[in-house]
């Protein structure tokens, strides 16, 4: 189902709801991906883990107990359609291969437009925008974080995704 025409991907968290408008018009091959996770149920019960205040928070791969969830197969970057890494929208992390992203994602604090694609920088797949719950990312924003093994800006309390589907 869409609202007016445009998907929306849920987040019930344990700190309150998130609304993502996807645009699948500008990325659809991360938006197909992004909805498979959804819809399969693989965001319930994961947790929100790297906070930067000022930056970015990320979820989408691990759990409660720390351990990272098994992915499908990478997808094709689309960094280049036209989205940009701004305050309020959606992208795809990944590691340094360009195509390399699968589950984890990553909600824009403020305007990272270092994050675009640009002449020897491939860029992060900006993907959606959020449509409500802004409030909810920015309590998420100020959760105390440390080091949790190799990780860096880990929540010392979990925020969990309870629950994830499609409008």
């Given at each position: 189902m869409s609202v007016q025409g445009k998907k929306i991907a849920v987040f019930e968290t344990t700190m309150g709801v998130i609304e993502i408008e996807l645009n699948r018009e500008k990325?659809?091959?991360t938006v197909e991906n992004f909805e498979k996770y959804v819809n399969d149920g693989f965001y319930d019960g994961t947790i929100f883990h790297r906070v930067i205040p000022?930056?970015?928070?990320?979820?989408?791969?691990?759990?409660?107990?720390?351990?990272?969830k098994k992915t499908r197969s990478p997808i094709?970057?689309?960094?280049?359609?036209?989205l940009?890494?701004?305050?309020?929208t959606i992208a795809m992390a990944r590691t340094m291969n360009p195509d390399s992203a699968t589950s984890q994602f990553f909600i824009n604090l403020v305007d990272n437009y270092f994050l675009n694609p640009a002449p020897g920088n491939p860029g992060y797949t900006v993907f959606g925008v959020i449509v409500k719950g802004m409030d909810v990312v920015k309590?998420?924003?100020?959760?105390?974080?440390?080091?949790?093994?190799?990780?860096q800006d880990w929540p010392l309390v979990d925020v969990v995704i309870k629950h994830a589907y499609m409008l």
């Open positions: 990325a659809p091959v000022g930056f970015m928070i990320q979820a989408g791969g691990h759990t409660p107990d720390h351990l990272e094709k970057l689309e960094a280049k359609n036209g940009h890494n701004v305050v309020c309590k998420i924003e100020k959760v105390k974080t440390g080091n949790r093994g190799q990780y």
